[in-house]
Antibody, heavy 123, light 107 residues
């Protein structure tokens, strides 16, 4: 079964970091770019960046540069998103989402999503 | 950054009716790089359309998309009970951005 399974909900204090995982199964992990998208409570969707699981190369939305790091572990088909210096407005559901393109190029739209990881930032 | 504005915010319709959702971009979206997603409560978004008018795999033909430049439309020809949800447009001609969503609710 083709799916992305994300790690469980997290509660963090302001200033802390959080690392969310996304385990791929049912397809070749390194064949598709992975993106991260977040959704604050009752709000819309916000793109955070992408990682190339084949090379490890990553690119981040300007808003998150300096605070976000996307990595992967190919041996376990898992992508990670770490966000540091958390603030209350980082409270959101964080999704990993697979790009529809292939290993060589992205299409920049997403056909397979994880179920999301709720990160709550509260003192 | 391209800002996408969706209208209306909420659409109240009955099953069997036609739904027309609008997505307007603050600047032209190159090559009609626009996608639509459906999201139901507690679920992840689901890809419906890409390239403004191409249906994603498994999407029924009651869903159609159109538009170019700055104005795009998602049409649901006859609403089924499972179509009541929030719909988001996304442009990917430049760094991806999403609209704020249109909720299609049962009247």
């Amino acid at each position: 079964q083709v799916q992305l399974v994300q790690s469980g909900a997290e509660v963090k204090k302001p200033g802390a970091s959080v690392k969310v995982s996304c385990k791929a199964s049912g397809y070749t992990f390194t064949d598709y770019y992975m993106h991260w998208v977040r959704q604050a409570p009752g709000q819309g969707l916000e793109w955070m960046g992408w990682i190339n699981p084949n090379t490890g190369g990553a690119n981040y939305a300007r808003k998150f540069q300096g605070r976000v790091t996307m990595t992967r572990a190919t041996s376990i088909s898992t992508a990670y998103m770490e966000l540091s210096r958390l603030r209350s407005d980082d409270t959101a559901v964080y999704y990993c989402a697979r790009d529809t393109g292939g290993r060589e190029a992205m299409n920049w739209y997403f056909d397979l999503w994880g179920r999301g990881t709720l990160v709550t930032v509260s003192s | 950054e391209i800002v996408l504005t969706q209208s209306p915010g909420t659409l109240s319709l009955s099953p069997g009716e036609r739904a027309t959702l609008s997505c307007r971009a603050s600047q032209s979206v190159s090559s009609s790089y626009l996608a639509w997603y459906q999201q139901k409560p507690g679920q992840a978004p689901r890809l419906l359309m890409y390239g403004a008018s191409s249906r994603a795999t498994g999407i029924p033909d009651r869903f159609s998309g159109s538009g170019s430049g700055t104005d795009f439309t998602l049409t649901i020809s006859r609403l089924e009970p499972e179509d009541f949800a929030v719909y988001y447009c996304q442009q990917y001609g430049s760094s991806p951005t999403f609209g704020q969503g249109t909720k299609v609710e049962i009247k």
